[in-house]
């Protein structure tokens, strides 16, 4: 998902998404990607839940594009 920050919000910012094919995932990690530099940064205690009605919610103080996966990205 692509949030409407680039870089960092300066605070906490909560952030619920449908996320309803993520319900069977065991381990979830979130990044923040910057296409410009082509990284990736695992956001650090993002609290992620998945709700009844299939809605990711997560914090984090990181704009750009917001990936939710399963378990740590592994480099190609």
Do not use: P, W
């Amino acid at each position: 998902m692509k949030a409407a920050q680039t870089g960092s919000y300066g605070m906490t910012v909560s952030y619920a998404v449908k996320a309803a094919s993520l319900a069977s995932l065991s381990e979830f990690r979130l990044y923040s990607y910057k296409a410009d530099t082509n990284s990736f940064t695992q956001v650090q205690n993002a609290n992620i839940t998945i709700d009844a009605n299939g809605y990711a919610h997560f914090n984090t103080n990181l704009g750009d594009y917001l990936v939710i996966c399963d378990g740590a990205l592994l480099k190609k």
